[in-house]
């Protein structure tokens, strides 16, 4: 078998017009524009082009973009103290800050100060607690991402039996949940669960999210499975060019999956898109807009 390529670009191009035209709407009908602020400290280089690439896609569907830097200097109550001033401004309607920080910044901390109902990552204690108990949150934005590609290539997902290889409040703990709530039967495991390989081979739809590069290997899959690769490492290679590859050995496990996204260009798109999806949803709530479609 050879796998059908998830083409994520694709497919956030889609969300990412929807959006503008559900954001057009909302200005028309109700005078609103959606505002995402993006707070980066530091200098961190890959930090530095993602911030770059949401505030571009900010502006191509129609949002106000905020931009603030601070240097890495910068101490956490005062880094704290502007996330208060943001989450008071009612031009903003999602705050974001750029993780990683500096240390000694405390990260649950800053995250746990963005107002919930601005909390455009989904990463609050607030909004991970709602969507544990299936309440309606905002939901963090790459397995929200990663949900949207299972359904648009399998339809419904219930009953079908998911592997998370991977255990982080960032992707793996939000991705089970959102499993879950669409009745699939789900395993969470991680570098340390027992008989991974024949977990896997059990799966109808694997998510690795582990952040070890070809970890999944390509005998691991079972056949006609799809495969969603969260996993972005850079290596590398003897030339000394770097290379980014999945979690997944893709040349392999192509082999095997009936889907599989690539990296690049699989889930990574998705994640800006559902974050712009997300500053939408947040400036209807806040404004007690109900949007229709």
Not at 25 to 47: D, E, M, R, Y
Not at 159 to 166: D, E, I
Request: glycine share 8%; aromatic share 4%; net charge neutral.
């Amino acid at each position: 078998m050879s796998a059908i390529i998830i083409d994520g670009k694709q497919h956030a191009a889609e969300l990412r017009r929807e959006v503008a035209r559900k954001t057009a709407l909302l200005k028309a009908q109700h005078g609103i524009t959606p505002g995402l602020a993006v707070i980066l400290v530091g200098t961190n280089p890959a930090s530095e082009v993602y911030v770059a690439a949401k505030e571009k896609m900010c502006h191509e569907v129609g949002f106000n973009a905020f931009d603030f830097r601070f240097p890495d200097t910068i101490s956490e109550k005062e880094l704290i103290a502007k996330i208060h001033e943001l989450g008071k401004d009612d031009r903003v309607n999602g705050i974001l800050v750029q993780l990683p920080l500096p240390k000694p910044i405390n990260e649950s901390a800053v995250i746990n100060a963005v107002d919930p109902a601005k909390d455009v990552d989904g990463f609050h204690v607030i909004n991970s607690g709602k969507l544990a108990t299936g309440q309606k949150a905002l939901v963090p934005c790459t397995p929200l991402g990663c949900i949207l590609l299972l359904k648009a290539v399998l339809g419904n997902l219930s009953g079908k039996h998911a592997v998370v290889v991977g255990r982080s409040n960032i992707v793996g703990k939000p991705m089970a949940q959102l499993l879950v709530q669409e009745n699939c039967t789900v395993t969470i495991t991680h570098s340390h669960t027992r008989n991974l390989p024949e977990l896997c081979k059990s799966a109808d739809i694997i998510v690795a999210a582990i952040g070890k590069p070809e970890f999944i290997k390509g005998e691991w899959v079972k056949e006609g499975a799809t495969v969603i690769d969260v996993g972005i490492n850079r290596i590398t290679l003897p030339d000394g060019k770097t290379k980014l590859l999945g979690d997944v050995e893709f040349a392999t496990a192509s082999e095997h999956a009936g889907y599989i996204t690539p990296v690049p260009g699989g889930v990574g798109p998705m994640t800006i898109a559902c974050l712009l999806e997300n500053t939408f949803n947040a400036a209807c709530m806040q404004r007690g807009v109900e949007y229709k479609p």
